[in-house]
């Protein structure tokens, strides 16, 4: 980019000067060639820097780095963030042996009512003192917090031992008989998340919620024909079972 100049545009100023200039602005950072020149009347004048093309390229390369980044960062947090899958078996021990997981604080025992859902609260060692605390109560002993539950039902017990208990609950609390459904929500529930575990067992098309209804049950949708039903149920159950159940409740309508 070059700065054209006559020589009557600078009166003042001879032929070698001006060649001089020249030489000069050409030397110039590309950007900055025409920042300064000067009008008929000798003044030195500004005139606007030919940047906008520049700017629209840096502008298309700044979105482009910035959709890059984004992506990348969505990459590393469903690596890292993401929880484990549950698969055909039983992943609620492995996720709650991880949540109640603490190197720092000696994760211990958990208080748990039988019959619930949900364990109450758990336990740890404390470092300095070994005393057993309950977490998340502002450093409460574990004698101190159940005297205050006294007489509520909870008892303290390793996690092995209580979840058994919490997804016999959960079984208890969410499965349900075979309900028969329209075509309409059958194709509803297909297409609203990605189907788990879409297979045909004896005839009998079965899918399943990805989106779980609480620990390891989730909703089950069974076709046989043109016949639809849909129930909670755990996600060990085998396909083999559910098809002898949509089986039988055809035979018998």
Wanted: overall charge positive; proline content about 4%.
């Amino acid at each position: 980019m070059e700065i054209r100049m006559e020589s009557n545009s600078c009166p003042a100023m001879g032929n070698a000067s001006l060649h001089k200039l020249r030489k000069n602005c050409r030397a110039l950072p590309r950007g900055l060639q025409r920042a300064q020149c000067s009008n008929h009347d000798g003044e030195t004048v500004r005139k606007p820097w030919p940047l906008r093309a520049r700017l629209q390229k840096n502008l298309k390369l700044f979105y482009f780095s910035a959709c890059l980044l984004s992506i990348s960062w969505q990459a590393i947090h469903i690596n890292t963030a993401r929880p484990a899958k549950q698969g055909d078996e039983s992943n609620l021990k492995t996720t709650m042996k991880n949540a109640l997981k603490n190197d720092e604080l000696g994760v211990c025992r958990v208080i748990y009512k039988p019959g619930e859902r949900h364990i109450q609260s758990t336990t740890y060692i404390c470092s300095d003192t070994g005393i057993e605390r309950v977490q998340f109560t502002n450093g409460k002993t574990l004698e101190e917090y159940m005297a205050e539950k006294a007489g509520q039902g909870f008892e303290v017990m390793p996690y092995e031992i209580a979840a058994p208990m919490i997804e016999a609950a959960q079984i208890a609390e969410y499965c349900r008989p075979w309900q028969e459904i329209t075509e309409e929500q059958w194709w509803n529930a297909l297409e609203v998340l990605p189907p788990e575990k879409w297979k045909t067992a004896n005839g009998v098309e079965i899918f399943r919620m990805s989106e779980y209804t609480s620990g390891t049950v989730t909703e089950h949708y069974a076709r046989l024909g043109d016949r639809y039903f849909s129930a909670n149920r755990d996600i060990r159950t085998a396909y083999a079972d559910i098809s002898g159940e949509i089986t039988g409740l055809c035979r018998a309508a």
